[in-house]
């Protein structure tokens, strides 16, 4: 990823800054310092601004650091010195008068500390700045995103070749995920959600010690982390049995709810709107209240992030930003049907970034 694109991140959040008032803003979120600088370590803290931008971290990270992030200011703390006492002598070699936090980040304990170190320092609570920016991903971001999309789709593929009825929840979960990483994913984007017959009602159902065998059908929703942390999140159904009448019709319930939110998808659209349009298919179909969720979320380097597709969500979809699209109907004493892909907003409309086919006879193993 290019140092570029870290330099125009930081170069939008100190804009937003200068709105909210104060000079600087401390990150203390581990996700967005590595947004902001391409650091992926912990215990390490931002200090952003029009004049500076440090990074302090410790001992363990010298070198990684001169890697991920070359020409970076950076305080190396010693072993024997706390965070706070680092933070002080970043600050007090600044003449900031006011520094913002990450009021929904910070502890309360952190905070007293923060209050105690230079007393003329004014602290302004500032909340989801670095968020906010995130919803809407560069180009390196959205090229992340699809090779999380392509090993997850890799892994999926061998996972139905793997299959049997006698494999358990767990046993898929861990085969899924270690054909991602054979794929050169990290790690799995979260823990796999591997839910048969009725565990599938479960919209997020740990998988257990339950046989594929004992239910004709299979809910899997998982993604893949890359090297660079972004993700993907996929949902599909597998059927091994003789399928009911009463699974196809709510499988293409929901297969029909998710397309039409898709094709809403589009610059200007609101969330809010697009929930509505899956919603109404399902309510119309007599399963509304058997849609129990929003209708998805944005995805990057956290596997939930801005925007939320939702019933009570005003935000403008825009150009860049990369949102899942996941209608279900679960019924507790038969379980649940979900489909789910990732798309990108384009600046004429949207882009599905994923591929496995859901048409109802492909959920046929």
């Not at 794929?183 to 823990?191: E, K, L, V, Y």
């Not at 596997?303 to 109907?329: A, D, F, Q």
């Not at 019924?331 to 049907?337: A, M, R, T």
Request: proline fraction near 4%.
């Amino acid at each position: 990823m290019s140092k570029d694109y870290f330099a125009a991140r930081q170069k939008k959040l100190i804009s937003l800054l200068k709105r909210s008032g104060a000079e600087a803003l401390l990150v203390t979120s581990e996700t967005n310092v590595t947004y902001l600088t391409g650091f992926y370590g912990d215990s390490s803290y931002l200090l952003i601004g029009k004049d500076q931008t440090v990074l302090t971290s410790d001992t363990r990270y010298t070198i990684q650091i001169e890697e991920q992030c070359p020409g970076l200011d950076v305080y190396i703390r010693k072993s024997t010195e706390s965070m706070t006492a680092a933070l002080e002598k970043v600050l007090k070699k600044t003449d900031l008068g006011s520094v913002g936090f990450e009021s929904h980040i910070i502890t309360c304990e952190l905070l007293e500390s923060l209050h105690g170190l230079t007393p003329a320092l004014q602290w302004n609570p500032l909340s989801n700045l670095v968020e906010d920016l995130r919803m809407v991903k560069d180009a390196s971001e959205i090229e992340e995103t699809r090779k999380a999309v392509q090993q997850a789709q890799k892994g999926y593929g061998v996972l139905r070749a793997l299959l049997t009825e006698e494999m358990t929840e767990l046993q898929a979960a861990h085969e899924l995920e270690h054909a991602m990483r054979r794929f050169g994913a990290r790690q799995a984007a979260f823990d796999p959600i591997v839910a048969a017959g009725e565990r599938a009602a479960l919209p997020h159902a740990m998988p257990s010690e339950k046989r594929i065998g004992e239910s004709p059908f299979l809910l899997v929703d998982w993604g893949a982390m890359t090297q660079k942390g972004y993700r993907s999140d996929l949902t599909r159904m597998i059927v091994h049995g003789r399928p009911t009448s009463k699974l196809e019709k709510i499988y293409n319930t929901v297969l029909k709810a998710q397309c039409a939110a898709i094709e809403a998808i589009r610059p200007g659209a609101t969330c809010k709107k697009v929930d509505q349009v899956a919603r109404k298919v399902i309510d119309q179909a007599g399963f509304g209240k058997y849609f129990t969720h929003g209708l998805g979320h944005g995805i990057g380097l956290d596997i939930h992030e801005g925007p939320r597709l939702g019933g009570n969500s005003t935000t403008e979809l825009k150009p860049g930003m990369i949102i899942t699209v996941e209608p279900g109907i679960y019924l507790s004493d038969w379980g649940g049907v979900r489909i789910e892909d990732d798309i990108l907003v384009t600046r004429d409309g949207h882009e599905v970034l994923t591929s496995v086919p859901k048409e109802f006879e492909s959920a046929m193993l």
